[in-house]
């Protein structure tokens, strides 16, 4: 073989072995009417690599790696893919779960005790201090954790330009929660801390983790031929089998993928709303003053004016400050 037939062949072996492994890459991931369904780790591959493309994940989920991480561990507590990388958030290289995600799954355990579960507030205790109670049924103990502004000094979370600063309140009642929650129901709750404490914790010193560039050297490299073993006396060299023509997707194709991808904005919207409207009760529910009430209730006008929440959502968060009002007006 001559110089020149060697520099015109290699282009070629090099752009055969890139396409294979774009084709692995890009394989199709199932979908049905509960949403994205996955079956092995290279649907999950293929999944994650989409959502880090799509640029929809949270912030910390930049790589593939981290999706995989986040979906695989919402799978071990019963969630679905989306809903896993909208409530578990990798901080410090650990998965963790979101405060409201970590009540929610308590509560449809069928473990969980409604009656007894309580959250609340008292001012005078500590600068501020945020009681939780808990209970599993259908004999457990009342498991009650508490979190004061004198705890959060302490940790230095104070000195932080955090929520700690703007909603002292709702952070108090994150750390109280948490804690109760993760002793009663540590089985549920996968043995997972929730975010709200695992960010508030400084970084560990760690290995990172291989970059998608390093997965797709990987991928490429498994999918080469083997180069052949020297000869002591050159061989013909057989000519390479043409490229397969490239099939460009249909209407139909394209459309569907169209559809998905819609289907999947909405999912995420219909999440987003969600967990805002839980906020909003849960503030409503620990809101003291009228003033408080009312500053909630324009809130709630603003995000239905921006479609943060539905109509449905801002009538039951209307009742729940109709709730409030009278509540405070009895005391």
């Known amino acids: 073989m001559s110089t020149g037939q060697q520099q015109q062949q290699a282009p ?70 989306m809903a896993s990388i909208q409530n578990i958030a990798v901080i410090n290289g650990r998965p963790s779960i979101w405060g409201d995600a970590m009540l929610a799954l308590c509560r449809r355990s069928g473990i969980f005790d409604e009656a007894v579960f309580t959250e609340t507030y008292d001012s005078a205790v500590d600068g501020g201090t945020c009681y939780c109670t808990a209970r599993r049924k259908p004999d457990g103990k009342p498991i009650v954790r508490s979190f004061s502004m004198v705890d959060a000094k302490r940790a230095n979370l104070l000195e932080k330009n955090t929520p700690w600063k703007t909603y002292p309140e709702r952070m108090l009642m994150f750390r109280a929660r948490s804690w109760a929650l993760r002793d009663a129901f540590g089985d549920v709750l996968g043995a997972m801390r929730a975010a709200e404490e695992e960010r508030d914790m400084p970084g560990d ?29 050159p061989d013909t060299v057989p000519e390479e089998a043409p490229e397969p023509p490239f099939n460009p997707p249909t209407s139909e194709e394209v459309a569907t993928a169209e559809t998905e991808a819609a289907a999947e904005v909405a999912a995420e919207k219909a999440a987003s709303q969600a967990m805002l409207c839980d906020e909003y009760a849960g503030e409503f529910a620990i809101a003291k003053t009228a003033s408080r009430v009312a500053e909630l209730s324009t809130g709630i006008d603003t995000a239905l004016t921006k479609g943060e929440l539905t109509r449905p959502q801002w009538l039951a968060l209307s009742k729940e400050a109709e709730a409030a009002k009278t509540r405070l007006s009895k005391t």
């Not at 649907?43 to 981290?66: C, E, H, N, Y």
């Not at 010193?205 to 006396?233: I, N, Q």
Request: negative net charge; aromatic residues 4%; charged residues 35%.
């Open 12 to 81: 070629v072996a090099e752009t055969k072995t890139t396409t294979d492994a774009d084709r692995l890459l890009k394989g199709p991931v199932k979908f049905g009417p509960e949403g994205v369904r996955i079956d092995d780790l290279d649907d999950l591959w293929r999944f994650a690599s989409m959502v880090v493309q799509s640029k929809i994940a949270p912030k910390g989920m930049d790589t593939p790696q981290a999706v995989m991480i986040a979906v695989s561990m919402g799978a071990e507590l019963g969630m679905k893919p």
């Open 205 to 233: 010193e760690r290995v990172e983790a291989d970059s998608a560039d390093d997965m797709r050297k990987r991928l490429e490299a498994a999918t080469a031929e083997p180069e052949p073993a020297p000869k002591s006396e």
